[in-house]
């Protein structure tokens, strides 16, 4: 190990002990125990380096030169990072964990380490050293492994540079027997401010924003539905930043779909990272460049007084009136400008505001119908379904199944 890395892991041990009991390790490149701080080592150790599943795809992954989390059937957590000389050949692998990123009760752990068959004599004394191990959400978890990176290389890391096993899966684990509270609303916000935006500089000014606090338990015990819920809940914060930001609503609540959708269909932390990561990219893009278009005063003027009288009738002749254009300039001027007919607007506007209804709030849908001026809900639902590929009743079971947080 060069001086300088020894130095830097040393300090970062002594600041790791400062706020949680994560435990150090360093292994060679046989896998060889070379050093830990472990009292418990000979406990833990063997959950770490038994599990073939988890230590097998271990060295393939120090090829890429980024830290590995890596989760095993009892819901510990670890990350790896690689120590490498001049050349590229491997050094050490240091090892951070294990940590719990939800709080399990002593049944359920009990009743995972029964079915790894390990005896019931030897399952006391593992269950007293697992109840002992630290709770961290998983965010702050990743950032100790960015830092211990950065002790390492010295290279400044994202959240999505950290590496996941393929063979990554998570385990179906009991409730939490504690909710978390929630403690990243000012990093929560600075980024929604940043969509709103559409900042040029947010990947830049996003990547020095530090989160704190704890998540409540949206995953009922399985790691990977807890972050995807998680995401699911930023994007539908990210959709309406974006709309505050002057995207219009069908085209964000069109992307909405997309990655929420894409989300679902993610089957490893990495893939749910790089979805998170694609989606707001792509909202802060699209709302950089709807304010680099420059619209006239009339046509922002007749925007305006259609979103403020969404369930108003908003035909032709009457929004004429709003802006003192004849009827033909109007439409001519507003095609113009705007890329769609003031038909297709008033329309795109009418469905995202039922979308919006039918996401956050309880109305039946033949209210909603009538609240935003379509004539009956048979039309209502042909719309809908033009705009979104499903019906009203669809859309609303597929946000509650999606989006809102499982109930204990």
């Not at 060295?59 to 000389?85: F, H, M, Q, T």
Request: proline share 4%.
């Amino acid at each position: 190990m060069s001086e300088n890395a020894e130095r830097n892991l040393r300090l970062f041990q002594e600041l790791l002990t400062c706020a949680h009991n994560v435990y150090f390790w360093t292994y060679d490149s046989h896998l060889a125990n070379t050093y830990t701080n472990c009292p418990d080592s000979a406990v833990l150790s063997p959950l770490f380096l038994g599990n073939e599943e988890q230590t097998r795809p271990l060295l393939p992954l120090g090829e890429k030169n980024r830290p590995a989390v890596l989760e095993d059937s009892l819901g510990l957590l670890w990350i790896a990072d690689y120590e490498k000389d001049t050349v590229g050949a491997l050094l050490y692998i240091h090892v951070i964990g294990p940590v719990f990123i939800e709080d399990f009760s002593e049944r359920t752990l009990e009743n995972a380490l029964r079915s790894m068959d390990i005896p019931a004599g030897r399952r006391q004394p593992i269950l007293r050293v697992l109840e002992a191990l630290p709770v961290i959400p998983v965010t702050r978890f990743y950032e100790y492994g960015i830092m211990l990176h950065y002790c390492i290389c010295g290279e400044r890391i994202a959240f999505s540079d950290l590496q996941y096993p393929e063979s990554h899966k998570n385990m179906k684990k009991g409730n939490a027997s504690q909710p978390e509270s929630h403690g990243t609303w000012a990093m929560e916000q600075e980024l929604l401010r940043l969509i709103e935006e559409g900042n040029p500089d947010y990947r830049k000014k996003a990547g020095k924003l530090v989160t704190g606090g704890n998540v409540a338990n949206l995953g009922r015990g399985d790691s990977i539905r807890q972050v995807k819920n998680i995401t699911i809940i930023f994007t539908a914060l990210c959709t309406r930043a974006a709309i505050r930001g002057g995207l219009s609503p069908e085209v964000a609540y069109t992307l909405s779909d997309k990655y929420i959708i894409g989300i679902e269909s993610c089957s490893t932390l990495s893939e749910v990272a790089e979805t998170n990561d694609a989606m707001q990219e792509d909202f802060v893009n699209r709302v950089h460049q709807c304010k680099l278009k420059q619209y006239s005063v009339p046509i922002q003027n007749c925007c305006n007084y259609i979103q403020l009288h969404i369930g108003d009738r908003n035909s032709i002749p009457d929004l004429a009136r709003q802006t003192g254009y004849s009827e033909n300039y109007l439409s001519r001027k507003f095609r113009k400008e705007m890329g769609i007919t003031l038909t297709e607007y008033v329309t795109g506007q009418r469905i995202g505001a039922a979308r919006e209804m039918l996401i956050s709030g309880t109305e039946e849908i033949q209210d909603i119908c009538t609240r935003l001026g379509f004539g009956s809900q048979s039309y209502f639902g042909e719309v809908f379904r033009k705009y979104t590929k499903m019906s009203p009743s669809e859309y609303r079971a597929k946000w509650r199944e999606a989006g809102t947080i499982q109930k204990e």
